[in-house]
């Protein structure tokens, strides 16, 4: 039986670290690289007597993400404790949220695939609910032993539960990426893997085509990239078709992904909601957000990708690809805005081309962040305005722009205008001074000419090259063609 003739159904569960200061029940710093142990208050740490308080900072930016998705914010949802052991949680258990999240509901609209063969869809959002991180478990260097660090107890994350409406890791990827973009854009997680600030868990499971169960499902634990998501759900989503093809049956349980292997391997056998016996946390009140709460921080919320992606496309003229790949993330939407507010609105696809084109491939090339750039969108700005007004040809605007990027002009938002005088890059449109070379050109390369007259019109673009070339490619392109033909159909 091919893998076509069976169906992949995923979910994703989200952990965002909250971007606070202080963690979610007591004042202990969030700040990380601490030495071990330096950032566990009695609180985190749980000593008898200690009395939790909630964070008003975690619970704002909840409530932006809430709004951000189009979700149902509760006006009264409660917290709850997760009973189970583990040596990196203090207390005996978590306080989480259960029955009552503080965010019901929502979407967000991804993208999968480049070109043609891309397509929106609608990823529906189960909830997100407001919890506290454990501690960490420490392997190495300890002689066979296990240390614990508590710095993380308490941190405060946003745990973001989808519905199983992905149907591809390619989908799945999509979806984390787009999240990760969209808690960074609304500023309440940095959203940095590496340090665990976002974390994947997916859950995936397979049934044949055309059925309408789900198949059981393995939930992937702890995926901290993009890579590692997609290489976890490919490897899994075989090993249970596999499975079931040989007969087997697939077991619910809680899996890790080997990223040397690139296998997954069983944890433990997969808890449900009972077995944590949750039930309300006595220490804490139930959570109560006013409607005037939510007005204020819809009042201060910034445009969202989504509206940003319509107006570029309406006000500016924007193919759908062009506005969906610069609202990506809030760090290039900004640099571009930036470059069209210095080179006006009618330059604005212009200014869309070099932020993805030149520029993107140079920073990609460096590794380097759009907010490093040592292009300023000021200079982008100037340098497609020397391109409009002719100034400058798009192949020694390629020219101004490596200088550019090199530091020559000293950083000045005019530094394009600065090196084009200095290396006497302006483009030559006196059709006298073309003519001049066009006729040397063709008395050079009769062959070529006769070519043309001929019917080959690859000797016209040989051509166009020797002239471009005689003029050390300063001349205009389009005067170039245009004379050159006239002259050799005249």
């Known amino acids: 039986m091919s893998r076509s ?25 969030t700040a990380f690289g601490a ?69 019901v509901g929502g979407a967000i609209t991804i993208r999968v695939g480049e ?5 929106e869809k609608t990823v529906r959002l189960t909830r997100a609910h407001l919890e506290e991180d454990a501690g960490k478990s420490l392997h190495e260097d300890f002689h066979g032993m296990t240390g614990i660090d508590l710095n993380r107890a308490g941190t405060p994350l946003l745990e973001i539960v989808s519905e199983p409406d992905m149907r591809s890791s390619a989908e799945a990827v999509a979806y984390a990426r787009t ?39 393995r939930e992937i634990k702890n995926l901290n990239s993009f890579r590692f998501l997609q290489q976890a759900i490919d490897y899994e989503v075989q090993w249970q078709i596999d499975t079931i093809e040989d007969g087997g049956r697939i077991q619910q349980a809680t899996v890790l992904f080997d990223p040397d292997t690139g296998e997954t391997r069983m944890m433990r056998s997969k808890e449900d909601a009972h077995d944590y016996r949750y039930f309300p946390d006595p220490d804490l009140l139930p959570l109560v957000i006013a409607s005037e709460w ?60 070099w932020v993805m084109g030149d520029l993107a491939a140079r920073l990609n090339k460096a590794e380097l962040d759009i907010v490093a750039s040592p292009v300023s969108p000021a200079q982008i700005a100037g340098l497609v305005a020397r391109i409009a ?44 001074a073309i003519e001049v070379m066009i006729d040397e050109v063709l008395a050079a390369n009769q062959k070529s000419v006769d070519e043309f007259r001929a019917g080959k019109e690859k000797a016209f673009n040989a051509l166009v090259g020797q002239v471009m070339k005689a003029s050390k490619g300063k001349a205009s392109p389009a005067q170039v063609n245009e004379l050159l033909r006239r002259k050799l159909e005249g």
């Open 5 to 29: 003739d069976w169906e992949v159904v995923i979910g994703l569960e989200v952990h965002a670290q909250l971007n606070t200061t202080s963690k979610i029940f007591s004042g202990a710093s």
């Open 35 to 103: 030495e071990p142990n330096r950032q566990a208050s009695a609180v985190d740490i749980a000593l008898p007597g200690v009395l939790p308080v909630l964070n008003r900072g975690a619970v704002e930016r909840a409530i932006r993400f809430g709004l951000a998705i189009g979700a149902h914010v509760a006006e009264k949802s409660v917290f709850a404790r997760k009973n189970y052991f583990y040596p990196d949680l203090p207390k005996g258990y978590q306080i989480s949220q259960m029955d009552l999240p503080v965010v």
């Open 115 to 119: 070109g043609e063969q891309a397509y």
């Open 179 to 217: 999240l990760h973009a969209l808690v960074r854009w609304i500023d309440i997680c940095d959203g940095n893997m590496q340090e665990g600030s976002f974390r994947c868990d997916a859950n995936v499971s397979v049934r044949k085509k055309g059925a309408t169960e789900f198949g059981t499902r």
């Open 294 to 353: 939510k007005a204020r921080v819809q009042g201060e919320m910034p445009e969202l990708p989504g509206a940003m992606k319509a107006r570029f496309m309406d006000e500016w003229g924007l193919s759908a690809y062009d506005a969906t790949t610069l609202t990506a993330s809030k760090e290039v939407a900004d640099f571009y805005q930036a470059a069209v507010s210095a080179a006006g609105a009618a330059l604005a696809k212009p200014c869309a081309n």
């Open 389 to 432: 007004d002719n100034t400058l040809s798009n192949a020694i605007a390629k020219k101004v722009f490596e200088a550019l990027w090199n530091g020559e002009g000293g950083g000045k938002a005019n530094a394009a205008d600065e090196i084009i005088e200095k290396q006497g890059l302006r483009q030559v449109t006196d059709t006298g």
